[in-house]
């Protein structure tokens, strides 16, 4: 793909990005000029008349869709799972390996790592919940999902 796609927040909206790769099959594309280093995705979509686009575009609904996919599939673990109060974390993470097993659904370490961590820390104190939970996923950004 030869684009960059990323979220920009304007104020209370956010509105994905593309950055257009430097290659000269973007020369008579009407957003080159004047350059601009980002552009909304709608105005890629209406305005650009590079040949490569249609198949960037289908790359990123079939990008999409997979993400679609792999989200209801992790809702659907995450409803398998039945947390009791106080449940411990070898219990926590024994439910959610049986509920990925089940569903024959593979998540990195990582992921299942941040998810036990987030599950454990909204059981117990309900004062705590999003404390715990907020520390639980910021130390999650910092791994490799």
């Given amino acids: 793909m030869g684009l960059h796609v990323s979220f920009e927040i304007d104020g209370n909206k956010a509105e994905r990005t593309i950055q257009l790769c430097h290659c000269p099959c973007h020369d008579a594309c009407p957003l080159t000029s004047p350059p601009q280093v980002r552009i909304s995705e709608t105005a890629w979509r209406e305005s650009c008349t590079c040949t490569g686009s249609p198949a960037d575009w289908l790359a990123l609904e079939e990008r999409r869709a997979r993400r679609k996919a792999q989200r209801v599939d992790d809702r659907e673990v995450l409803q398998d799972i039945q947390i009791g109060p106080g449940a411990s974390r070898e219990t926590i993470r024994a439910e959610l390996a049986a509920a990925l097993q089940e569903r024959h ?21 309900r004062w705590l919940v999003a404390p715990r939970a907020f520390r639980a996923f910021r130390r999650g950004l910092r791994r490799d999902l």
């Fill in 105 to 125: 659904i593979a998540w990195t370490q990582a992921k299942i790592d941040l998810t036990v961590d987030a599950l454990v820390s909204t059981t117990g104190n």
